[in-house]
C-alpha cells in the first residue's frame, strides 16, 4: 500500500499545473521563513498538495474541479480528517495561486506566527 502510494505522489508531482509549479517555486528549499516543505506529501490516508511538518500546515491548490458539489463534499470531508490529526489546511485556487502569489506567502508567515513564538 505504502508503495503504491509513494508511486501515485510520485506522479502527482510530475504532472502538477502551472499554479502548483509557480506555489512551489514558492515554497520550496525553505524559501519562507527556513519552513521546509514537500509536495504531494501523504499524510495519512490523503496526499497533500503542499505541506509542512514543522507547521503542521497543509497548502490545497484547487482547481476548476473542486467547484463541483460531490468534489466540495470530498475536500471538506478530507479537510476535517486532516483538522483532526492535528493539522490546519489553507486552500488558494488556481486563479489565486496564480495571480496573488504572494497571498500564500503572507497565510504561511500567519500561520507560523500563529504557532512559534
Known amino acids: 500500500m505504502t508503495l503504491k502510494r509513494t508511486a501515485f505522489a510520485r506522479s502527482l508531482r510530475q504532472d502538477a499545473g502551472l499554479a502548483e509549479q509557480r506555489i512551489w517555486a514558492l515554497l520550496r528549499s525553505g524559501r519562507i521563513d527556513g ?4 509536495r504531494q506529501h ?14 503542521r500546515l497543509v497548502i490545497e491548490i484547487d482547481g476548476g474541479v473542486h467547484d463541483r458539489d460531490e468534489v466540495m463534499t470530498r475536500d ?5 480528517d486532516l483538522e483532526a490529526l492535528g493539522w490546519t489546511v489553507l486552500r488558494f485556487t488556481n486563479a489565486q495561486a496564480l495571480s496573488e502569489p504572494e497571498s500564500v506567502v503572507a497565510a504561511v508567515r500567519a500561520h507560523a506566527r500563529l504557532i512559534t513564538p
Not at 501523504?42 to 507547521?55: K, N, V
Not at 471538506?76 to 476535517?80: G, I, K, M, P
Open 35 to 38: 519552513h521546509k516543505f514537500r
Open 42 to 55: 501523504p499524510i495519512s490516508r490523503y496526499i497533500a498538495d503542499f505541506a509542512c511538518d514543522r507547521l
Open 76 to 80: 471538506h470531508l478530507r479537510q476535517t
